[in-house]
């Protein structure tokens, strides 16, 4: 990757974190105009490019709006995700944005693990990651439990899992190409998922199961999420040109 191609992503990720900020201090609120693109470019230092992609960005996650004839104003100052992007395989960051406390990992044989059994080949060895994917106070608001082919990926567990995104960690080894299916479902949590999340086991949550395939058709992860039904918003974002 060019050094030019490393600055601009960061650039992106400085003016969206930069805006974001103005979001949760209260300096921007709902309905509020943001900084033009000339103004950010100028502020930044940069071309239209790296200020469109975290424009782009802030949109998918429901925080912004972009309306012909008003330009990008503020649409919401709480934690949402774009349902398009959960249902593919981000390389580019986090599904949800926030970083993760590491429950548990275990390396065991996938006929044995009720996610793998029907996925891979008797016998592989895979990787079971459980964590929970934590909102900007601390809040628990996603269980994630994943399962990953060892075979393909054998050092995976060996990496900083409170910042993973493991889409993003497959195409840095080479796995690209990634195929994404998923099924949502509503669900009832078993004791220790209710727990962590501090819910009741009565209550309804919706459940997203994904699977991986690289682009030659092998599996590669199964990953379930569960998600707290009131402090996490899924939505369809139409993203206006």
């Not at 934590?134 to 439990?145: F, K, M, N, P, S």
Request: aromatic residues 2%; hydrophobic residues 40%; glycine residues 6%.
């Amino acid at each position: 990757m060019s050094t030019l191609t490393l600055m601009a992503r960061a650039k992106h990720v400085e003016i969206r974190e930069w805006i974001e900020h103005q979001i949760q201090s209260g300096r921007l609120s709902i309905g509020d105009r943001l900084p033009s693109e000339r103004e950010l470019m100028e502020r930044f230092a940069v071309s239209r490019n790296p200020v469109q992609t975290a424009m782009s960005k802030l949109v998918e996650a429901g925080l912004v709006q972009r309306r012909r004839g008003s330009g990008t104003i503020v649409a919401s100052t709480g934690l949402r995700s774009s349902l398009l992007r959960l249902l593919h395989a981000s390389t580019d960051g986090p599904e949800v944005e926030g970083i993760h406390r590491v429950v548990s990992t275990r390396v065991v044989a996938a006929d044995s693990h009720p996610l793998a059994a029907d996925l891979f080949v008797t016998g592989t060895p895979v990787a079971e990651m459980v964590r929970i994917k934590l909102d900007r106070t601390g809040a628990a608001i996603v269980v994630e439990r994943c399962v990953v082919d060892l075979t393909l990926v054998p050092d995976i567990l060996n990496q900083d899992l409170a910042v993973l995104t493991t889409a993003a960690y497959y195409s840095s080894h080479g796995i690209d190409q990634l195929h994404a299916s998923s099924v949502l479902s509503a669900a009832h949590l078993a004791a220790d998922d209710a727990k962590q999340l501090e819910l009741d086991t009565t209550t309804p949550v919706v459940r997203q199961l994904r699977t991986l395939h690289t682009g030659n058709g092998l599996p590669i992860e199964r990953l379930e999420l569960l998600f707290h039904p009131t402090k996490l918003t899924l939505e369809v974002t139409q993203i206006e040109h």
